[in-house]
């Protein structure tokens, strides 16, 4: 067994099946299963310490090249063999590959993929930073997903989303930490075409990095950086076995390759590069859009916000598209709104769903008749009453408005007004920490709210217009849509000028 055998993790079934006579009844082969495809998966070795400095694409070729690399293998610091580069070769041929230096490299031909660990990449290209490891994380971070003690989920500028923003400390000079490529999918494309100008062969590049997964123990790698490879395979469309059409099936093939690779790369063996054979069909001739298109967009990331997000998520919009509400998700947070802490065991927290235009405009239209009846009463003018009552827009152009109200029936009794006072209070932060979570669940769903005061100032008029069973006290009333505007940025508030510390 050569040392390319060796290091070699065949993917499937063996072409060759075992011997007939150590099966007891061999079931019928079917068709399919004699063609079953194989891919191997070879670790290189051989490769030099890369650091600062080191011209990767040359180094690789130089080990991928024909004829192996120089005596002793390539040298230290990644300085090129002194024979690149190399005649193109013609396509489909075999490009010979010598041991380099005790090391092992498969014999690189058209249609191979050629697998590297982002460190060595990053290495190469001088992305190291002697910022202390949290700031180094700041500053590749766009947007913090979760964090917990100190594990950060970050988003980096990539679009990737990792523990750490990508930096790492581990195998690299005390004091220093190896950030990601600056562009993973340039590095592969520069890769790439070292291959093909140096050893004349037509081969895929993925860049790769470990990630963890939110509902899985443990890490794979995955594409960080890809050219001439099909990052994803599209099903949707196909039919299975049943005729029944594939609706959500895209495969991350540029993820599986990077997830097979690892299997001989490996952290402790120090095996920066493998060669991926028998997926020629994923290779392509132009370097394709790399593995940026495994990223996905916002729109249709089901679980955009981190925790570290979600309380930011609830901004006060005023303006709507005029998109329906889906009613189910206001279900959804008015039973996030239900689990709000409250005093006595008590459950104070009603809401009140003005889904038809009628509705709406019967509360809106009483409200304003008091809000005028309170401007004339208070010496306004007809004119400044005018001005004033325009005000109020957002409600009358939601498309749904949810009224809170509070019910305070098991609140106790105090025969004196502090206690009585203190008592109300309870029930009504109650009812603030319901609606607040209100709000953060309508964001969570992608709606927009606003929390208006309105119906405070005239509780009978707005119970007696939506008919409310006694008791019921509105408290407000939230207008719901599609946020037709962006939040405003949010004030920066200094946790310190509103916390006394005794
Ligand atoms: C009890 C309460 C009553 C409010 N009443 C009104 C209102 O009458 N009109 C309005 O435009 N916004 C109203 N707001 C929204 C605040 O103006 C808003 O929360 C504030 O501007 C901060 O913005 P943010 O919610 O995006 O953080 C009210 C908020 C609360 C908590």
Known sequence: MTPED????????????????????????PPAALTAPVITVTAVTGLPEIGPGSDLPALLASVLA?????????????????????APRSAGETVPLD??????????????????????????????????????????TVRVVASRGDTTIAQTRHGLVLAAAGVDASNTAPGTVVLLP???????????????????????????????????????????GAAGVVPARDH????????????????????????????????TRQIPVAVVRGLAEFVTDGDGPG??????????????????????????????TGQPVDAGAVRRAIATALTAPAPHHSEPWRFVILSSPAARSALLDAMLQAWIADLRRGGFTEEQIARRTRRGEALRKAPLIVVPCLETSAAHSYPDERRSRAERDMFVVSMGAAVQ????????????????????????????AMDLPAGWQPMGAIAVGHPAESPRPRPGREVKEFTLVR
């Open 182 to 224: 600056e562009d993973p999918d340039e590095s592969a494309r520069r890769l790439r075409k070292a291959l093909r100008d140096r050893a004349g062969v037509t081969v895929g590049v993925v860049i790769t990095d470990t990630m963890g997964r939110p509902w899985r123990a443990g890490q794979t790698d995955a594409a960080i």
């Open 291 to 320: 593995a940026r298109a495994l990223i996905r967009p916002a729109g249709e990331d089901m679980f955009r916000l981190g925790s570290a997000d979600v309380p930011l998520a609830r901004r006060t919009i005023r303006s709507f």
């Open 66 to 86: 024909p004829g192996g690399p120089p005596p002793g293998g390539a040298p230290p610091g990644g300085t090129p063999s002194p024979r690149a580069p190399l």
């Open 99 to 140: 041991a380099a230096g005790g090391g092992s490299a498969p014999s690189l031909r058209d249609g191979d993929i050629v697998v590297v660990t982002s460190k060595v990449v990053s290495k190469a290209e001088g992305r190291i930073s002697a910022l202390p490891r949290e700031q180094a994380i700041e500053a590749e």
């Open 236 to 267: 949707r469309g196909e039919t299975d076995s049943f005729g029944n059409t594939l609706e959500v099936t895209v495969a991350a093939v540029a993820d599986e390759i990077a997830a097979a690779a690892d299997l001989v790369k490996g952290k």
């Open 437 to 464: 979570n209100l709000l953060i669940a309508l964001a969570v769903e992608g709606l927009g709210s606003a929390w208006i005061s309105s119906t405070l100032f005239c509780q009978d008029v707005a119970a007696r």
């Open 6 to 29: 060796a290091a070699s993790v065949p993917s499937t079934a063996p072409e060759t099946p075992p011997a007939a006579a150590a099966r007891p009844a061999a079931p019928a082969i």
